[in-house]
């Protein structure tokens, strides 16, 4: 095993490229001529810290410190003062003006943070000024991810997956740049990422996701039901009648008791599986609220054949809860979430979600053989008609997707060259949020940790080129089985493509796959794993195989058995 390889916990890797990955959503300057610092000037940098840093500034100063040492070979000082080397400015107290204009500091929203060179001009070098690399943000959780952006693309350091941290070589010296970030999405979690992995807080970090992950926004289908007028004599304390003032009331009963026992467990549990926080606001998501039943009123039935629309009646209560919500609680900020299926999908003509209620659409009866914008595939076409028709009422957006197959997320899902696409498409849709969704059972899912750091990456940043990106992954994970690896992916993807079959997450038996791929692919499979006797990279090679199995002996049972 290399030097250059981190261990963490059990995992060692070994990496043969370095991936130059662009800072997303911002301005990233790269000028030409000599390095701003050279590999042998790396001994010369100190970290300024302020002495009264808050926890969150000085585990940044300290993951400085880690990360300078793991990615340049060197050890790095840190204090509270100007040293007078190549100073390392985290935070913004004590920050040189001259460096960041108070202007600039002010214009950093909670989430965005900068991170540049400065060179001192010609006049004030001679008097002694030096140069400085500055990490500051809007709080400091964004310096925070400052830090790691600013290895990860610029340094060489490069987290695959939780417990997997990587810096291939030492970098020959820092060009001038100049990088600033904000979210492209308010909401980013991917469900697949489970919480008792080894690293996934550091995984987190790295890749610019939420500290505290998202809890499931609810059930995918729980106002599908929401049909028929339950009559009075059977309706029951546990009916929401959607459309009606009564639907608000008793919604707005349920939360008020849920946030006035705070984190404590309220009537029917904890809101802690009914909520997110989304920067101050709290928002409650009422496809969560399971214990409670969803009914349209007799109202609701004439809003929805007014509107056209199966969501109408609920975005009427959503609206009239947060309305209330807005007037019991003054001084906070609440927001009210639904989670619509396809078949409550499609938006009202005229009725506006109110500028508090979140719209969150499911894209699971997509066929993620083609990106959302194929004109010529009928399902697409009808998702971003619904998703146009949000936007045009003007609503706050987000996206509940899908990563791999729910049906059975062992077998193979070759939608990974779709997913640039389509997260492009969703900012051209200002779409505040995307939650990837996972099957409960998502332990061993299909190339889990490549589906992973892809949806990090680009949810980080959609410009991101693709390939490079897979390359990358694929060369520090499965080492010198990658070649093998990446001729299984593509073979996947020509069979999808020939077949030119729908790919859906409730497919069952992989109807696009034939029979020959399948054979084919598990030979590409057996020569990457007899590549390596590292038992890891077998190991890795072997869970991807597993799905081809599992395909393998589902057609041979459904060929063995007799006929009814």
Known sequence: MPASAMKTGTASITVVCLLVLTCGNGVAQHYGGSLWRTATEMAQFHIVVPPDASETLSQAATTFQKLWTLSTRRPITLSGINEGVTNVWLGSKGLPEDLVSADEMAALG???????????????????????????????????????????????????????????????????????????????????????????????????????????????????????????????????HYGSDAGVERLF??????????????????????????????????????????????????????????????????????????????????????????????????????????????????????????????????????LDGWSRLGARIYIYDHLLNHADSRLPFPNLDVLRANILYYTQRAVDGVYFAAPAENEHGNLAPLRVWLAANLLFDPDLIYE????????????????????????????LRASGKELKISDTECPWLSDDGLRNALAMLETARSRDTDEMICARVDAVASGLLQLQHLRNTSVQAPPE
């Open 110 to 240: 909670p989430e965005a943070f900068l991170v540049r060179t400065y060179t001192p001009s010609t006049r004030d070098a001679a008097r002694g000024a030096r140069k400085h690399l500055i990490i500051a943000g809007g709080s400091d959780p964004a310096v925070l991810s400052g830090v790691y952006t600013f290895f990860s693309r610029k340094m060489g350091v490069f987290w695959l997956a939780p417990g997997l941290v990587f810096s291939p070589r030492p970098p020959s010296g820092l060009e001038e740049f100049s990088l600033y970030h904000r979210p492209e999405f308010s909401v980013r979690e991917i469900e697949l990422l489970r919480d008792d992995a080894p690293g996934v807080e550091e995984f987190r970090h790295a890749h610019i996701l939420p500290r505290q992950r998202f809890v499931p926004p609810g059930l995918p289908e729980y106002f599908d039901g929401c049909e028929d007028c339950v009559p009075e004599e059977f309706a029951s304390d546990d009916n929401i």
């Open 253 to 386: 009963q349920e939360i008020s008791l849920l946030h006035s026992h705070g984190e404590d467990s309220g009537q029917h549990g904890s809101r802690d599986t009914v909520t997110w926080k989304v920067g101050e606001s709290t928002v409650w998501i009422l496809a969560g609220l399971s214990h409670l039943t969803p009914c349209l009123s007799a109202e609701g039935r004439l809003l929805n054949e007014r509107e056209g629309s199966p969501a109408a009646a609920i975005i009427h209560t959503a609206n009239g809860l947060a309305e209330k919500l807005q007037d019991a609680f003054p001084g906070e900020q609440h927001r009210v979430h639904v989670l619509l299926s396809p078949a409550t999908r499609r938006p009202p003509n005229e009725l506006r979600p109110h500028p508090e209620v979140i719209v969150q659409v499911s894209t699971a009866d997509c066929n993620f053989a083609v990106p959302m914008t194929d004109r010529n595939c009928v399902q697409n076409v009808a998702f971003a008609e619904n």
């Open 468 to 495: 490079e990106v897979l390359l990358a992954f694929l060369q520090g994970y499965y080492g010198i089985a990658a070649r093998d690896v990446e001729a299984f992916l593509n073979l996947l993807q020509q069979e």
